[in-house]
């Protein structure tokens, strides 16, 4: 059974930075995929970015070039680097986990708000 938490939410002013982390339970951690999606109130949850077993990696195009999704296997994380934040970007964030089965967080709030 894979475990995933979400931590690094919070409420930030427009133009700033947050960094967010899950941390994944249980074993082969890096032979998964990982990917960290969004849903805005009244709105389908949707991709932000995700990374493969190798390091490769996929961004919405509506947060290229301000977010960097990165990897640490040996600590079993991934991680949601966010510049340049905008109002638009508030939403839960949740993290994926892909392998056979597919495994989410519980989700955590950013808020960009002035």
């Known amino acids: 059974q894979v475990h995933l938490v979400e931590s690094g939410g919070g409420l930030v002013q427009p133009g700033g930075s947050l960094r967010l982390s899950c941390a994944a339970s249980g074993s082969r951690f890096s032979t998964a995929t990982m990917g960290w999606y969004r849903q805005a109130p009244g709105k389908q949850r949707e991709l932000v970015a995700s990374i493969t077993s190798s390091g490769g990696t996929n961004y919405a195009d509506a947060v290229k070039d301000r977010f960097t999704i990165s990897r640490d296997n040996a600590k079993n994380s991934v991680y949601l680097q966010m510049t340049s934040l905008k109002p638009e970007d508030t939403a839960v964030y949740y993290c994926?986990?892909?392998?056979?089965?597919?495994?989410w967080g519980q989700g955590t709030q950013v808020t960009v708000s002035s």
């Open positions: 994926k986990l892909a392998r056979a089965l597919v495994y």
